[in-house]
């Protein structure tokens, strides 16, 4: 038995909370993991892992075990990447998580850029909507949106972008422009049901403050979804600038309330809790603040 491999998979298993999720993250059979975790148990003459039908829980040992296991593989991974003389000095696998729609926008179409200078590195991109287990998927750096709910995660904000009102030319000829916030109630807003959305929107102008509650038959849960239907004109939509930015550019949608302002909305690196911060994630992290400084019409900084 390989000890780095035993050590790096009984911390995928501690990570995962599971045999099959660190069997998935590792592309392992599961049979293997257990067998592994097994095998280095007898080595090391304790138990590392309660076992029930609730799931796993560490031992006092398998805990003890898990935070010198882990030290040691990052120690490992330090000692790999200091001697490596690749063309940048990164390789190995990034593991990214990003939302579909922002990803597909605005770090994808750049992505090529990253990967030329660093040609010995893989990158495993997760696109998901959803806010993801960092630590079980095995992800180095989520990109994340609004506001962030668990204090404890490490996080770096990275830029912000305004919130616009915005709809199609012919919506707007057929529905009418609305000229304050409260007109929004007498038109067909396409509510956003994810982080970031809802239908109450805080609008302010000067030492004006106007909370208004927007309504519509049509409520989405993602930002692909919401951007198909502002764009066959069923409705407006109260959403980030970088959502629609290319329709902005293109004229193919329209903001109104340019002079009324909508809270920010942050963009996050947010990286597992507890997790080191390798090179290849701060070289990563470093690429996206670039990307979007590029795009000033759509982003400013943090």
């Not at 609008?203 to 849960?221: C, M, P, T, W």
Request: charged share 20%.
């Amino acid at each position: 038995m390989d000890r780095m491999t035993a050590m790096e998979t009984f911390v995928s298993v501690m990570e995962a909370g599971s045999f099959s999720a660190a069997a998935r993250r590792l592309k392992l059979g599961q049979p293997a993991v257990s067998k592994t975790i097994a095998q280095l148990e007898a080595r090391l003459g304790t138990p590392l892992l309660m076992r029930s039908t609730r799931g796993l829980t560490p031992t006092d040992a398998g805990q003890r075990f898990y935070e010198h296991a882990r030290r040691a593989i990052e120690a490992a991974d330090d000692a790999e990447q200091a001697a490596r003389t690749s063309a940048a000095g990164l390789s190995g696998v990034l593991r990214v998580s990003a939302a579909t729609t922002f990803a597909r926008l605005h770090i994808l179409p750049a992505l090529k850029g990253f990967m030329d200078r660093y040609p010995e590195l893989e990158v495993d991109v997760t696109l998901d909507d959803r806010v993801i287990d960092l630590l079980g998927e095995g992800v180095d750096v989520a990109l994340r949106m609004g506001a962030l709910d668990d204090s404890t995660m490490t996080a770096r904000r990275l830029a912000q972008c305004r919130r616009r009102v915005i709809g199609t030319p012919a919506y707007f000829a057929s529905a009418g422009i609305p000229r304050t916030p409260e007109d929004l109630a007498r038109h067909q807003v396409i509510v956003y049901s994810q982080r970031g959305g809802g239908e109450v929107w805080p609008f302010s102008q000067q030492n004006r403050e106007v909370a208004v509650s927007v309504s519509g038959r049509l409520r989405i849960s993602a930002a692909e979804g919401l951007r198909t239907a502002v764009l066959n004109d069923i409705g407006l939509a109260v959403a980030s600038h970088w959502m629609f930015a290319p329709e902005l550019a293109s004229g193919a949608v329209h903001t109104v309330l340019d002079d009324w302002l909508l809270p920010t909305v942050d963009l996050w690196a947010v990286f597992p809790a507890g997790r080191r911060v390798t090179s290849r994630t701060r070289a990563f992290v470093e690429f996206v603040e670039q990307t979007l400084a590029a795009q000033a019409g759509t982003f400013q900084p943090a």
